[in-house]
């Protein structure tokens, strides 16, 4: 089974700052990698997928980069919406999700 | 519109069984490979189960092979997940979720359903 580490698991942060999450695959999954948003109470929203395509109506403050086994995502201007669990997603071999990272106000 | 609604959670006891649904309408449902996710209280996602769209093609996840069975009726445009032998571990929410046919990811999402394991 190919396993996914994010880090950090917490991130704390405040408007206007630049963020990046990254996350690591056990092992290769070419740019077979997608990052959620998810909200409390609510079902989790792609963001981007192919480690580097943003998905259509998702502002362009949020990019992917990485390939191989290492990958980010990075929120270049944090809004008071982007707080929020973040989980990365390989769907190289079946599907696993890492473990998620919670973006808070500082 | 595409709507994935779930349903059949509820309370039950350990050891005891249910059988959860996912309605789902907007699209064209037996085109679609469909999965199960879930989200026990604070922690992260989990995924659980696979099924082509014919229903021939079936995965699950190691934790839960031999206890959960996935299923679709595509006449009623309707997955299923049989949930036997259930656990202190398997309180969750459960969610069903659309695989995107070019590229294996998952677009659509439930609004999940509450299962929770407690005597």
């Known amino acids: 089974d190919i396993q996914m580490t994010q880090s950090p698991s917490t991130l704390s942060a405040s408007v206007g700052d630049r963020v990046t999450i990254t996350c690591r695959a056990s092992q290769t999954i070419s740019n077979r990698l997608a990052w959620y948003q998810q909200k409390p109470g609510k079902a989790p929203n792609l963001l981007i997928y192919?480690?580097?395509s943003l998905e259509s109506g998702v502002p362009s403050r949020f990019s992917g980069s990485g390939s191989g086994t290492e990958f980010s995502l990075t929120i270049s201007s944090l809004q008071p919406d982007d707080f929020a669990t973040y989980y990365c997603q390989q769907y190289s071999t079946l599907w696993t999700f890492g473990q998620g990272t919670k973006v808070e106000i500082k | 519109e595409v709507q994935l609604v779930e349903s059949g959670g509820g309370l039950v006891q350990p050891g005891g069984s249910l059988r959860l649904s996912c309605a789902a309408s907007?699209?064209?449902?037996?085109?679609?490979?469909m999965n199960w996710v879930r989200q026990a209280p604070g922690k992260g996602l989990e995924w659980l189960s696979y099924?082509?769209?014919?229903?021939?093609?079936?995965y699950y996840a190691g934790s839960v092979k031999g206890r959960f069975t996935v299923s679709r009726d595509n006449a009623k445009n309707s997955l299923y997940l049989q949930i036997n032998s259930l656990r202190d571990e398997d309180t969750a929410v459960y969610y069903c979720a659309r695989v995107r046919t070019v590229d294996q990811i998952f677009d659509y999402w439930g609004q999940g359903t509450q299962v929770t394991v407690s005597s």
């Open positions: 907007g699209f064209t449902f037996s085109a679609y490979e």
């Open positions: 192919k480690a580097s």
């Open positions: 099924i082509s769209g014919g229903g021939d093609t079936i």
